[in-house]
């Protein structure tokens, strides 16, 4: 769908856009994924857009504003069907991703930064994509792919201009590798499913803040992919305090570090995000 489409915010989309907050379950702490989803499905975040999103999760529009423009994949103007990002990471830059922007740019006939005049596509960059191990890196419409060379740039371009749905373009393009070396005790180890939820809840309780009780679990802090982490102590301690008994709780692992841990040990992620709100089950 063209992105210029959502210039009338008429019944259906409206309709579309409700049923998917309430797939969310109605809750501001999805408001991310709610916008990755509402941009795949609108090509951008337009006003309209913000607006309704803003007014089914109680929030205010700024702050659906705000992260909207804060992830460089996310786009409050149209940015064409094609959105192609490439990282401007220090150790892109060295393998000659600047280079191969410009190839892009020259194969589209499209200026870095802009919308091409039909609307197809925009060719950008983005601060990182946590795959400086296997650069250069870029996304297209927020999918990642790998070890880009001029030819295989040139094979994106042509995609791009005969308008190729991305499933239908080759899988190698999209393998993302695990480049450990030396794994080490987090990645070497061999915990059962829910075997880090059963050590967690048999440590004793430490009070908290407010007065309550938890057990002595820490929330980390840090970078994700070139930016500040989103989801601070306080929205840890928000769904800690919860009182339902199942309260959905969303991680997202950005850093190159984190690409493996998320990938290839799952469920030890969603133990530790269960262990820092104190839930049993994620």
């Known amino acids: 769908m063209l992105p210029d489409n959502e210039t009338r915010f008429d019944d259906s989309k409206q309709t579309w856009l409700?049923?998917?907050?309430?797939?969310?379950?109605?809750?501001?702490?999805?408001?991310?994924?709610?916008?990755?989803?509402?941009?795949?499905?609108?090509?951008h975040i337009a006003e309209p857009t913000a607006s309704r999103i803003a007014l089914k999760l109680f929030i205010p529009l700024a702050r659906v504003q705000s992260v909207a423009s804060f992830y460089s994949f996310?786009?409050?103007?149209?940015?064409?069907?094609?959105?192609?990002?490439?990282?401007?990471?220090?150790t892109d830059r060295m393998l000659g991703s600047q280079t191969l922007?410009?190839?892009?740019?020259?194969?589209?006939?499209?200026?870095?930064?802009?919308?091409?005049?039909?609307?197809l596509v925009s060719v950008?960059?983005?601060?990182?994509?946590?795959?400086c191990d296997q650069g250069p890196a870029l996304l297209v419409n927020g999918r990642a792919i790998t070890r880009l060379t001029h030819q295989r740039v040139q094979e994106i371009a042509h995609l791009i201009r005969n308008r190729t749905p991305l499933t239908d373009w080759p899988a190698d393009f999209f393998r993302v590798e695990d480049n450990i070396r030396r794994k080490g005790l987090l990645l070497d180890s061999k915990l059962a499913p829910g075997e880090v939820l059963l050590a967690a809840f048999s440590l004793p309780v430490r009070p908290e803040p407010d007065g309550t009780?938890?057990?002595?679990?820490?929330?980390?802090?840090?970078?994700?992919?070139?930016?500040?982490?989103?989801?601070?102590?306080?929205?840890?301690?928000?769904?800690?305090?919860?009182?339902?008994?199942?309260?959905?709780?969303?991680?997202?692992?950005?850093?190159?570090s984190d690409r493996p841990e998320v990938g290839s040990l799952p469920q030890c992620a969603r133990g530790g995000a269960c262990c820092s709100v104190q839930r049993r089950r994620g």
């Open 18 to 43: 409700d049923e998917l907050i309430v797939r969310h379950g109605g809750d501001a702490s999805g408001l991310l994924q709610i916008l990755i989803e509402a941009q795949e499905r609108f090509g």
């Open 74 to 90: 996310l786009h409050l103007q149209p940015r064409g069907e094609y959105r192609v990002l490439f990282s401007d990471n220090i």
């Open 101 to 119: 922007l410009e190839k892009m740019c020259q194969q589209l006939w499209v200026e870095p930064g802009k919308m091409s005049e039909d609307g």
């Open 124 to 131: 950008g960059t983005t601060s990182c994509t946590g795959l």
């Open 213 to 256: 009780t938890s057990h002595s679990t820490k929330p980390a802090s840090g970078q994700v992919a070139g930016f500040r982490r989103l989801t601070t102590n306080g929205d840890w301690y928000s769904h800690r305090r919860g009182h339902q008994a199942i309260r959905p709780a969303r991680a997202r692992g950005g850093r190159i």
